[in-house]
């Protein structure tokens, strides 16, 4: 028998590094995926140990442009923890706020590119506008709108003055709104239930199994949450909860998100009111990291971030690893996908919450004459929903 | 809820010489010993993996692999000391936790570490590099 199968990437994938799915498709159901990864290793964990403490975290911010503050914060905590440093009450509440700002803008994100893939450009178009905002806040708060450079061993470097703060909530408050909006907006839409709901379902024990991490396992009711397990910085001291869903489809998947990002907003508001009177310093001065070793994590958009640092007593670490929350949320790809037609595989891929500057790649399909055909994965997902409207609304 | 002492006490003849910090516990144990602490860990106390660590010590190479205790945020990391510098082989811990499947692939090829019994053995990073490499990447010595 001959294998249909479509290639997507290597170069222009759906995820965040250039990877390459092979979808092995039975007429328009797949039936097997490979995953081939590697085609971005660009040896982090190796320059790291040539650097010192300070200058890693500006190379490990560089590791993803979207959580440009989960890599330098997980591995701030593991130094921190080699050396047992304990942080200023007014960094901690800095590093919240900067964490659960890039949770707004990264789910705002994932959102706009969802409703993108599944022909709702209103959706895409207004979560992006939002973003942009949130963004902005960033820029007020760090300097910068990426890579804000804030995060320091023992501290931040840089304090979030009184009087921008009106200004900040003020900022919050219209995305809260807008927010509140497009989910209702969304949980009215019958066409957009049944798009979603009962599509590339990860069981509760495929992603136990998987040892997947972040949205991904909580929408299959895997209570996992660094924030709540190991509250570091102002997590212990802030109000919020952990969102866990039960079914493990795509549907369950943008709902946690969706809630998530009003915990998130939740914790900035709180953040902030504390900074317009919390006092004291907001960097400790370590002066020597002894020997010994760490580990540090901290709750990504996409899941745990995790860092392990060993060092010697010198400036630099001798092993320092890194693993982001892709590399384990990917592998469940391999169970949610099995099965499900060609038109659900982008969604499903993408519910993972990769990133993707540029998927509308034409990918080409051997069909059984073998002739090669070039298809759109995003049109072909996207005329589904047009059928589904069409169905649902005459 | 298994916690760290009932641990200790369950897997005391498995385990060698103990670093126990606030919140992580390190422990060295002999490569016969990783499945069964390691199906433990996993299946009886309900951890997560969150990754593995390799690294070239002076002794020869060492893994170290994280388990998460998300209940409790307590880390359990078995460490096994590999002295065995030209042919360095670890038992696989894949068929007990799925999820170590990528994470022993890479330390396969990046560390040329042997695991005995891993489902996939096949490369996971370089398996279609244009060039002949020598020698495992992360190794500073000729094996």
Known sequence: ?394 | MVDKNQFLEAMRNRIGSIIDKKGRLYFELADEQLSEVARYLFRTMGCRLSTATAMETYHGLEVLYHFSHDATGQYYCPRVIITDKNAPRVTSITPIVPGAEWIEREMAELWGIRFEGHPGPEKLLTRRHPGRLDRPLRLRRQP
């Open chain 1, 1 to 394: 028998m001959t294998k249909n199968v479509i290639p997507i990437g290597p170069f222009h994938p759906l995820l965040e590094e250039a990877e390459y799915f092979k979808l092995t498709v039975d007429g328009e159901t797949v039936t097997d995926i490979e995953v081939d990864i590697g085609y971005m290793h660009r040896g982090h964990e190796f320059i790291s140990e040539r650097k010192t403490f300070t200058q890693s975290i500006f190379l490990v911010e560089r590791i993803c442009g979207i959580c440009s503050t989960s890599h330098p914060l997980a591995f701030v905590h593991a130094v921190e923890d080699v050396a047992q440093t304990e942080v200023p009450a007014r960094a901690a509440y800095i590093r919240t706020l900067v964490g659960e700002l890039e949770r707004i803008h990264s789910h705002l994100l994932w959102l706009g590119l969802a409703g993108h893939f599944i022909g709702y450009d209103t959706l895409w178009m207004w979560a992006w506008k939002y973003r942009e905002s949130v963004l902005d806040m960033f820029e007020v708060v760090s300097g910068n709108r990426n890579h804000y450079g804030i995060m320091r061993v023992g501290g931040v470097s840089r304090d979030v003055p009184a009087d921008v703060i009106p200004g900040l909530v003020a900022v919050l408050d219209t995305v809260e709104g807008k927010m509140a909006m497009l989910a209702k907006a969304a949980a009215d839409d019958p066409v957009l239930h049944s798009r979603l709901k009962g599509v590339g379902v990860l069981s509760r024990q495929a992603a136990v199994d998987a040892c997947a991490v972040g949205p991904t396992a909580r929408a299959s009711g895997v209570a996992i949450d660094v924030r709540k397990d190991e509250p570091k910085d102002a997590y212990g001291w802030v109000d919020f909860k952990a969102i866990v869903l039960p079914n493990g489809d795509v549907y369950d998947k943008l709902v946690v998100r969706v809630l998530e990002t009003f915990e998130s907003i939740k914790i900035v508001r709180q953040c902030l009111d504390k900074l317009k009177t919390e006092p004291g310093p907001i960097l400790n001065d370590v002066k020597e990291i002894p020997a010994g070793e760490g580990i540090g994590r901290h709750e990504a958009p996409r899941g745990e971030v995790f860092h392990y640092v060993r060092t010697d007593g010198s400036n630099r670490p001798i092993r320092h690893k890194v693993r982001a929350p892709s590399y384990v949320n990917i592998p469940t790809c391999a169970v949610s996908c099995k099965g499900i037609p060609l038109a659900d595989a982008l969604i499903t891929l993408a519910s993972v919450d990769p990133c993707y500057c540029c998927t509308e790649r034409a990918i080409h399909v051997v069909d059984r004459r073998r002739r090669i055909r070039a298809v759109n994965l995003v049109e072909l997902s996207r005329r589904k929903t047009e059928r589904l409207r069409k169905e649902i609304h005459g």
